[in-house]
């Protein structure tokens, strides 16, 4: 039974602008190809149907973090895509992985060594991933893995390496000269691969302009609408979360209102109380401090926000806009992704990933009725 009633609001997905941020991005590094990054459910909007979307549009590779996230999304993808672990595999988990069918991205000498292992004894080769370190000290290859298997190329046999890739740790910030040194290390290391693809960038990566942007880019955020580098941005919203009002009352000069009494009221004030709540991704952080808006007026969170609600002053709207059940956008036209998570001292990325499971979702679709061929990976 899917309700529309009784959630903690509408959150609404446009697949349609999903879309068009694919295209926007595949536009901007072409001749390179664009993979999609669904990990995390496609950043909380839904790995399946945002996959599906991006597959009509001409995506062919998708990557999540997990062999956990590969095994649930893998059925749902069509034969002819390749579907990434970013994080790569625990010792013990190869077999699994074969069964899912999902390609590892292999960040160490030890998980180079038991991919090839299996392979040996499966007698077929298996396909593979290699990650650089290129300087982000995360994950992947150090120098000293590097020149271990300079000198022992053998150690990959059994293993069809498919991409070599690394990670910008600065690509939100295009002028930071950590990314030009980054680039030049990979490009160096990655001779050491001969003919193998090549994969850099995430989304701040692929939209910076006069770099080259390898063979496939990796496009999270800025696929679901969130900024690439600072303002303006170019993607399309993605998202618009709306709310519900649960009740409305007036309260006196002097007043506190939620946990602890955090806001008192200097003058009579008209409150609603609204079905969101941290458990439903906002953050909590924003107590008396965000806000929402109703009818294009802005209406400040006034007191703490709790779990399943928080309050708002909403004096200065018209009484026509004010009942229980009225809509409070909390992302849209007024206010987008990137304003909230700066307003909570966050990333989009984490206001996008901890949308809870108490919405109503609706998924309008994208029609792509002429998808450009150029973009077909
Ligand atoms: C999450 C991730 C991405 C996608 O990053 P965005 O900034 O969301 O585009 C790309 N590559 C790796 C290795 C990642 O972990």
Not at 235 to 252: P, W
Not at 268 to 297: C, E, F, K, M, Q
Request: aromatic share 6%; charged share 20%; net charge negative.
């Amino acid at each position: 039974m899917v309700l529309q009633h009784g959630t903690a609001g509408r959150l609404c997905i446009d697949l349609g602008a999903l879309v068009a941020n694919y295209q926007l991005i595949a536009q901007h590094v072409a001749p390179a190809t664009v993979a999609g990054v669904v990990k995390a459910d496609a950043y909380g909007l839904g790995a399946v149907p945002v996959s599906a979307a991006l597959y009509a549009a001409g995506c062919r590779h998708f990557f999540v973090a997990h062999l956990c996230e590969a095994a649930i999304l893998k059925p749902h993808l069509p034969i002819d895509t390749t579907l990434y672990i970013l994080n790569g595999l625990p010792l013990g988990a190869e077999g699994d992985c074969v069964a899912v069918g999902a390609v590892p991205v292999l960040n160490s000498l030890e998980q180079i060594d038991s991919r090839a292992a299996l392979a040996r004894t499966m007698g077929r080769p298996l396909p593979g991933v290699i990650q650089i370190d290129s300087g982000m000290g995360r994950l992947g290859l150090t120098p000293d893995e590097l020149a271990i298997l300079r000198m022992s190329p053998e150690r990959l046999d059994g293993i069809d390496l498919r991409l070599v890739i690394t990670h910008l740790a600065c690509a939100d910030d295009p002028d930071d000269g950590f990314n030009e040194r980054q680039r030049t290390a990979f490009d160096a290391i990655a001779r050491q691969f001969p003919g193998v693809p090549r994969s850099i960038d995430n989304s701040g990566g692929a939209m910076t302009p006069g770099v080259g942007h390898g063979d496939i880019v990796r496009a999270g955020i800025a696929l679901y609408g969130g900024a690439p580098h600072g303002q303006p941005n170019p993607m399309r919203s993605v998202i618009a979360l709306d709310a519900y009002i649960v009740q409305l009352r007036t309260l006196e000069a002097g007043a506190g209102v939620g946990y602890g009494l955090t806001h008192r009221f200097d003058r009579p004030a008209r409150v609603a109380t609204i079905s969101v709540g941290y458990a439903d991704g906002w953050p909590r952080h924003l107590s008396n401090r965000g806000s929402a808006w109703i009818g294009g007026v802005r209406v400040p969170i006034v007191g703490r926000v709790s779990m399943d609600s928080m309050a708002l002053d909403v004096t200065d709207v018209p009484d026509a806009l004010l009942h229980a059940g009225a809509p409070v956008e909390l992302i849209g036209p007024h206010q987008t992704i990137d304003d909230v998570s700066a307003q909570a001292d966050t990333i989009s990325y984490e206001i996008l990933t901890r949308l809870g499971k108490r919405y109503a979702r609706t998924y309008l679709p994208a029609s792509v009725a002429n998808p450009d061929r150029s973009i077909m990976a």
